[in-house]
């Protein structure tokens, strides 16, 4: 049992034995100098405060750009922090820095520490063998995606992604190598030990294994369990909310599995939404296009699937998309696991079937026969960086007479947990899929659904949507099943 955190910050090794579970990374930063990492929004939205963290994920080196206001600081137990500060040698600029110079990228320059944090890391991203999840996506729309989580207030973004284009082709520097190089130093910070740390209030723990967050949990029910922070770090900045026992799980290298078999794929509770999007959108396409509009870069980099569905949010982007494919929940309790379909995890607003000591140990995620539709639509304000409005994700079966075999349809926004539309599957189920069954099922949506008006939406514009996005549906996914049939691989009933 260790009580201490260790991580490097830049070069130097910092152990620490006091730490409030509160402290966020942005703040410990300015208070030890680190000045060039910027307070801006403070929850996670404008880029200012980015950072890179590098750690060793079940073995492998991860370079990520993340937001330090809304990382709680036990969090980087094991890991490298690397700040603006750290990055030219000698005085020498990196490519990327040299680049926003020559190019007039750098303007009023209180956001540009951030940019150069989050260009650097999706250049090296781009020069390693890691897979970022652009894969297909052409340079400018990567390049998009890589800056939608910074906001340049001097609307200063084409000299911006001038200078990122110019910097993919430049030679590397002694801090990409220094970052290639870091893989033996973060291995030998892996003790495998548990973290424990009296803060006077309560206490931090960070598990080393599944099994000692399990035990943990059997003694102090009510722990806070925090995986990415994006949502408990706004707890923390603008609730200002104490912590008194807490369990950090980024450790637990048994909840970072992203295990894929002919049936499906089982993702651990601790895997992000960027490690899990390539292998969740092999086997939901839509789904991963999805994951693209899901926060930005750098929150897709800490935020968590399974932290996602935990919380039980009715807003949250991945349960509905997750309920339409047929994901299984897996929970564990002490010894004891449990699973259940996804949609039965949500009971009520802000309550879930969760018992005390409980916690989510991985979702699986059921791959598609090839006969299913499978669609996800997303519909808020903001195409990047915003909470939705509605989401619909549909999954449609027809037999070879064209009659719908199954259907789930279900939506996020809607009511005060997602869930399926259950009168509208109804609807659906043994008709043929044309334009009158679609009609009677969009009239089943208002009986399946009752939505409040908030600052996101009005309730009449979410009952639209709702209907509207079942008729994209069926727009989509009505030649498809013509394709299907013509193919011979519609079900045989």
């Known amino acids: 049992m260790r009580q201490t955190i260790r991580f490097y910050l830049g070069d130097r090794l910092v152990t620490l034995g006091d730490v409030a579970p509160e402290r966020t990374l942005l703040d410990w930063l300015r208070h030890e100098g680190r000045t060039g990492t910027k307070e801006g929004c403070n929850e996670g939205d404008c880029g200012a405060c980015m950072v890179i963290v590098a750690r060793l994920r079940r073995g492998n080196l991860s370079v990520r750009a993340v937001n330090a206001c809304i990382q709680l600081l036990p969090m980087l137990d094991g890991a490298a922090v690397f700040t603006i500060e750290d990055i030219s040698a000698g005085g020498v600029l990196h490519p990327v820095q040299q680049a926003m110079v020559s190019l007039n990228g750098a303007q009023c320059g209180f956001c540009t520490p951030g940019f150069v944090m989050s260009m650097i890391a999706f250049r090296h991203a781009e020069q390693s063998d890691d897979d970022d999840g652009s ?67 309560g206490n931090l723990f960070l598990p080393a294994t599944a099994e000692s967050l399990s035990n943990w949990l059997q003694k102090v029910p009510e722990t806070v369990i925090v995986a990415g922070a994006t949502d408990v770090g706004l707890w923390v900045t603008k609730a200002l909310r104490r912590l008194p026992e807490v369990a950090f799980i980024g450790q637990c290298d048994d909840l970072l599995g992203l295990e894929e078999d002919a049936g499906g794929l089982t993702i651990g509770a601790a895997v992000t939404y960027e490690e899990a999007r390539v292998a969740l959108g092999s086997i939901l396409p839509d789904f991963g296009v999805l994951i693209g509009r899901i926060g930005s870069t750098p929150i897709r980099n800490s935020a968590t699937l399974c932290g996602n569905i935990a919380n039980g949010s009715p807003i949250g982007d991945g349960p509905p998309a997750l309920i339409a494919a047929g994901a299984i929940l897996h929970l564990r309790c002490g010894a004891a696991r449990r699973s259940l379909a996804l949609e039965a995890y949500f009971l009520a607003y802000g309550k879930q079937d ?78 043929v899929w044309n334009e009158e069954t679609l009609e009677l099922a969009r009239a089943a949506l208002d009986d399946d659904f009752t939505p409040l008006s908030d600052m996101r939406a009005s309730a009449w514009y979410r009952r639209t949507v709702a209907a509207n996005l079942l008729t994209r549906f069926y727009e989509e996914s009505h030649g498809e099943t013509v394709r299907l049939a013509k193919a011979g691989r519609l079900a045989h009933v």
Not at 156 to 179: E, T
Not at 378 to 383: D, H, L, Q
């Open 354 to 431: 969760r018992r005390p000591g409980e916690f989510v140990e991985a979702v699986y995620v059921p791959r598609q026969t090839p006969d299913t539709i499978y669609r996800s639509y997303k519909i808020s304000k903001r195409f990047d960086q915003d909470i939705s409005a509605v989401l619909g994700a549909f999954a449609l079966r027809c037999d070879k007479d064209g009659r719908i075999s199954d259907a789930r349809l279900a939506f996020g926004g809607m009511a005060a947990t997602p869930c399926r539309a259950r009168k509208a599957e109804s609807v659906l189920i043994g008709a």
């Open 135 to 201: 894969t297909g996506a052409s340079i400018e729309s990567s390049i998009d995606a890589a800056l939608a989580g910074n906001l340049c207030r001097c609307t200063g973004y084409a000299p911006i992604v001038r200078a990122m284009k110019q910097a993919l082709s430049a030679p590397a520097h002694d801090f990409d190598r220094r970052l290639d190089a870091l893989a033996p130093r973060l291995k030998a910070l892996q003790d495998g030990e548990d973290v424990i740390i009296g803060t006077g209030e």
